[in-house]
């Protein structure tokens, strides 16, 4: 009798069971299935995810999707991921993801399949990436990776790889990777590296590998980048290679810059990207100093710029001083003369400094560029000055620049004393 009831209730179980929608069914049929135009299904988010439900997405570190306002932060809730698919003859048309606890209920016309596992999911939505064209395959990758103790290592590569995939697809792919676990860094790392180097691949996503190898955790991709930088000094790859790393704060990348800035067989456009690399976001003082003394050595003009434009946007008295003492080296061109001249008027230079510049400045571009600058400095001594161009300088052309300048000033006094001017 036991024994006849057991076996009953177990018939019972699956009768029911096999009447449930889910019942042997993968999210992908349950999907393919369904009648209504939008589906919607829940899973739990990854640490560090979370959202108000309706209008914003954090991922953490201060990374925020949708509309943001500051004081929503405290509003932000870990979870569920809420995903919306649209359909249209079947066919995914749009992925909608939603971190956080929304209003009760289901919006009207989407039919809900629940809360489903997160491994699912992600299998799911990265299945659509594969075959979705436009934006869809986008958006699919970044709500797959929003499941908690989601692997998707092969399915990305598997997409960043596809050259059949749309651009913004396979870019997204190969950017999911930069969370990957540790023991899965160096397989990435070389995968990065082929997909780079493979000439026959776009651009796009060529360079997205290389950022995406700057950006792997514990540095695993900067050895990979150095190797590529320094090995292929003529080509593309070497080029956007160290401009990848011209923005890493990486100490090893930092040093790289350094030895490549002091190397004298680089082309002058690959030299000019370390350079600039050296003088930004992490320069130090000391970086400076070697700035300031490879300019001398430099021989291309982009190199040489590079040095002016870091040490103009580092500012400070030493580097004034010695874009000054450039300005005024007349063992240098007129025209490298001018260029310098150029950044010292943005590198925080005083008007006194920049007005003591002209009379002993013989060459007439020089002269004709202080005007320029003395015209866009537009303070009193500034003015005086070209007041006094206007009246004293012997070269009728720079006296028209200076009378052209002032023409546009419109104190009664300086338009009294360009009237003098010209009545003389």
Request: glycine share 8%; with cysteine.
């Amino acid at each position: 009798m036991t024994n006849g009831f057991s076996q009953l209730a177990i018939a019972s179980f699956v009768a029911i069971a096999a009447s449930s929608p889910a019942f042997g069914q993968s999210l992908a049929n349950r999907i393919a299935s369904a009648s209504d135009r939008s589906v919607q299904f829940t899973y739990a988010a990854r640490p560090g995810v979370c959202g108000d439900g309706r209008t914003y997405i954090s991922t953490g570190s201060g990374n925020f999707y949708g509309s943001f306002y500051s004081d929503a932060a405290d509003k932000c809730q870990p979870g569920p991921v809420r995903v919306v698919i649209d359909l249209a003859d079947r066919n995914v048309v749009a992925v909608r993801t939603f971190v956080g606890a929304s209003s009760p209920g289901t919006d009207p016309g989407v039919a809900d399949l629940g809360n489903v596992n997160p491994a699912e999911a992600a299998e799911y939505l990265l299945g659509v990436a594969t075959r979705a064209d436009g934006r869809v395959g986008r958006d699919a990758i970044f709500a797959a990776l929003l499941g908690d103790k989601v692997d998707a290592t092969s399915r990305l590569l598997e997409i960043g790889r596809d050259q059949n995939r749309p651009l913004e697809t396979r870019r997204a792919a190969l950017s999911g990777l930069v969370r990957s676990e540790a023991p899965q860094l160096d397989r990435i790392g070389a995968a990065l590296v082929q997909i780079a180097t493979n000439e026959n691949d776009v651009q796009g996503v060529r360079t997205q590998a290389l950022s995406v190898l700057s950006r792997l955790d514990h540095g695993a991709g900067i050895q990979p980048l150095v190797q590529l930088a320094s090995g292929n000094i003529n080509s593309w790859i070497g080029r956007e290679s160290m401009r990848v790393l011209s923005s890493s704060g990486d100490p090893r990348a930092r040093q790289f810059l350094r030895s490549s800035a002091q190397r004298t067989d680089l082309p002058d456009e690959l030299l000019a990207v370390a350079i600039r690399g050296l003088g930004r976001n992490y320069v130090t003082g000391q970086d400076a100093n070697l700035l300031r003394s490879l300019y001398p050595r430099l021989t291309g003009e982009r190199s040489r710029d590079a040095v002016l434009a870091s040490l103009s946007e580092l500012g400070g008295n030493d580097n004034v001083q010695w874009l000054i003492g450039v300005v005024r080296d007349e063992k240098l061109t007129p025209e490298q003369r001018r260029r310098a001249l150029e950044y010292l008027s943005r590198a925080g230079a005083t008007t006194p400094s920049l007005l003591a510049l002209y009379d002993p400045t013989p060459d007439p571009q020089l002269r004709s560029a202080l005007i320029g600058i003395y015209a866009r400095l537009a303070d009193k001594a500034a003015t005086d000055k070209l007041v006094w161009i206007a009246r004293n300088e012997t070269n009728l052309q720079l006296k028209r620049r200076a009378i052209s300048a002032l023409s546009r000033n419109s104190d009664p006094t300086i338009r009294q004393a360009l009237q003098d001017i010209v009545e003389r």
